[in-house]
């Protein structure tokens, strides 16, 4: 269920993303780089994330740009609403926090929008 969900939202047009995410397509491709390396740069241990780094990123945009409960989110994608607090959603959530201000911190161009404002 929860990869259908990632797999319709990345099917969606450019302006269809745009209103369901709150950023580009191009964007969510640049974040989700960041991610990945950052995970490949992890050092293993312990159980596996339940959800993949697109995921990840998608959960959080979606929180992000809804404010929906951890318990509403995790229960569309199938988790459980911890699972939802350490992808990042959380204030504490580094990891897709992190993909956020990285792609400009390297010097990327981007596509130079305004990410969604996720502070309280």
């Keep these: ?5 990632l797999e319709r939202t990345l099917k969606m ?7 369901r995410t709150g950023i580009y397509p191009e964007t969510f491709t640049l974040m989700e780089a960041v991610l990945v390396e950052r995970e490949a740069a992890k050092k293993k241990s312990g159980r596996p994330a339940a959800l993949s780094p697109a995921e990840q990123l998608l959960l959080t945009l979606e929180f ?23 992808s990042g ?3 504490s959530g580094p990891d897709c926090q992190w993909a956020v201000s ?4 390297k010097g ?5 929008e305004r990410l969604p404002d996720h502070r309280h």
């Design 64 to 86: 992000w740009r809804e404010y929906r409960t951890f318990a509403h989110l995790g229960d569309d994608w199938g988790v459980h609403e911890t699972t939802v607090q350490r």
């Design 102 to 105: 990285s792609p400009r911190q």
């Design 13 to 19: 047009n450019r302006t269809r993303f745009k209103r």
């Design 89 to 91: 959603t959380g204030r």
């Design 1 to 5: 269920m929860k990869h259908d969900r």
């Design 108 to 112: 990327s161009q981007g596509s130079g």
